[in-house]
């Protein structure tokens, strides 16, 4: 047995072999007389390698339990994103109006003024198409009837009375983000007082400043890469599309978070169902013409039609009698009528052979039965019909429910930025200014959509009239223009009277 270093050299007696052991634990000094390591016994060199061993083993258990829990979040987002394609589109509302109600309407401000409170009523009521139909039939020569829709070679091929033209062009401007007017709008007759209209202030009319994961926006004249262009959705900077898309087309954007190495902005073309679809914010209506009462149900953009219809009358049933919840639609239609109610539109409509309107509806509603005028007017009408039929509505795809407060502007931030501005001092004002123009990061979203782009809405205005295509910039009639609430107190003082006539 020899004792070298710390080391127990032996030799063993069964097999001739040198055995080599640790010293047993004994204070080690180290050639310069320093103390080294203590030796360790084989207990503490045993326990420390199970402790080693159960540490491995824990960090495998670890890894694998980690690696399970990727791959079933993994599976989670597949399956939430599986089910967003497959999830239905909401039930929608639609309501169609006459567009012979601005006839009625005193001066050219008063006929915008009406036009303004439909569009007012849709929204409010969160209301997803509006039909302009027309439930007078002949026209005189003073309503004359404008061509509006183009066939391939661009010429007009059928006539609208000039109110419903009017009234649908109105609701459509209205609808329609500020940042994206002057794209699809021409300077028009029809619209020149609709600056001094109240915003609609709906959810999709998004400030540069709001974060928001979708976007409307117009495809720009600007070359992209291969397979992508350019839109503008009312940011500072344009942003990248995934599709190739011809300049002027109205689509709905759906913003990829910004990227840290990109100051690039992108984004995916989306249908414009999908923001409502996805998210449950109201992304305003639809407008269509309809050249008389039948029209209006055949000319259904739902596939299956319109499953509940209901028509609004003094004669119909008594609101209140009908129980809570008992309407439940897929597509839900409410048609109103104009200065002589829905029997005067039936009977101008050469198709419908039935004489009493109760009959073309599923239900025949009076939506206000003690009502202290001899007449409620269609646009006042609207407001009571859409909130005495709020409880009776079912809707069988109701809308996703999503806290939305902290993305889009709040009431209090909806007011016209010039009354405001007036109360705020200069210093304010730059610095609101600086805030106002950078961009805004976009709300991360983890789930970076697939869907493909339904195509777009619109390729332009659908009521233009195509005997009246201006260039952009040029106004439609020299003696026209848009008044903007900021310029109508000039206009008014450099008025030399009070006939209002001189606007027709
Ligand atoms: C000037 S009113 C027409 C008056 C007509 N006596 C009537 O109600 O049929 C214009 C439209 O407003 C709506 N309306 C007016 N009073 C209503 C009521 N009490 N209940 C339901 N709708 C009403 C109807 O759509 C009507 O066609």
Not at 123 to 143: H, L
Not at 315 to 332: A, D, I, L, Q
Not at 352 to 379: A, C, K, M, W
Request: proline residues 6%; charged residues 30%.
């Amino acid at each position: 047995l020899l004792h070298v270093r710390g080391l127990f050299l032996a030799i063993s007696e069964s097999t001739g072999r040198l055995l080599i052991k640790t010293m047993p634990a004994a204070p080690a000094v180290s050639s310069n007389g320093k103390p080294t390591e203590p030796h360790k016994s084989w207990k503490k060199v045993n326990e420390e390698r199970k402790a080693l061993k159960r540490q491995r083993k824990q960090e495998k258990l670890l890894k694998e339990l980690q690696q399970a829990e990727e791959a079933e979040t993994r599976a989670e987002l597949a399956a939430t994103e599986a089910q967003k394609k497959d999830r239905p589109n909401p039930s929608t509302l639609s309501i169609a109006v006459p567009g012979s109600i601005l006839e009625n309407a005193q001066s050219a401000e008063l006929r915008a003024y009406v036009a303004g409170q439909i569009a007012r009523a849709a929204c409010i009521f969160r209301v997803n198409e509006v039909i302009v139909f027309d439930d007078v039939g002949i026209a005189t020569a003073r309503e004359t009837k404008r061509s509006y829709e183009e066939d391939a070679e661009g010429s007009g091929t059928g006539t609208v009375r000039s109110s419903s033209l009017q009234l649908a062009r109105i609701l459509q401007y209205l609808e329609c983000p500020q940042y994206l007017r002057k794209y699809f709008f021409p300077l028009h007759k029809d619209l020149k007082y609709s600056g001094l209209l109240n915003p609609l202030d709906t959810p999709h009319h998004l400030r540069q400043q709001s974060m928001f994961r979708y976007r409307e926006g117009v495809i720009c004249d600007k070359k992209a890469k291969e397979g992508h262009s350019y839109a503008n959705v009312g940011l500072l900077n344009d942003v990248l599309v995934d599709k190739a898309i011809e300049p002027g087309v109205r689509v709905t954007v759906k913003m990829e978070p910004q990227s840290e190495t990109s100051r690039k902005q992108k984004g995916t073309l989306v249908s414009p169902d999908e923001p409502r679809r996805e998210t449950g914010v109201y992304w305003g209506y639809q407008v269509r013409i309809a050249h008389s009462l039948s029209e209006i149900f055949t000319k259904s953009p739902y596939d299956s039609g319109y499953d509940v219809t209901l028509g609004t009358s003094d004669r119909g049933t008594n609101v209140h009698e009908v129980p809570n919840r008992s309407y439940s639609f897929k597509h839900m239609l409410i048609v109103f009528g104009g200065l002589q109610g829905l029997e005067s539109a039936l009977s101008n409509d050469e198709k419908l052979t039935v004489d009493d309107p109760e009959l073309l509806f599923d239900h025949y509603v009076n939506v206000l039965p003690r009502q202290g005028s001899r007449t409620i007017r269609t646009e006042e009408a609207l407001l009571i019909a859409l909130a005495a039929l709020q409880e009776k509505l079912q809707p069988d795809v109701e809308d996703v429910e999503t806290d939305l407060s902290d993305l889009l502007p709040q009431s209090e931030d909806t007011g016209i930025s010039v009354r405001r501005d007036v109360l705020v001092s200069k210093k304010q004002k730059k610095r609101k200014l600086v805030e106002d123009t950078v961009e805004s990061p976009v709300v991360y979203e983890p789930s970076p959509p697939k869907a493909l782009p339904k195509v777009v809405r619109q390729t332009a205005n659908p009521f233009a009239d195509p005997s009246e295509s201006f260039e952009k910039t040029a106004p439609a009639d020299d003696d026209f223009e848009v008044v903007s609430s900021t310029t109508i107190s000039a206009t008014r003082q450099s008025s030399t009277n009070n006939d209002l006539s001189r606007f027709d």
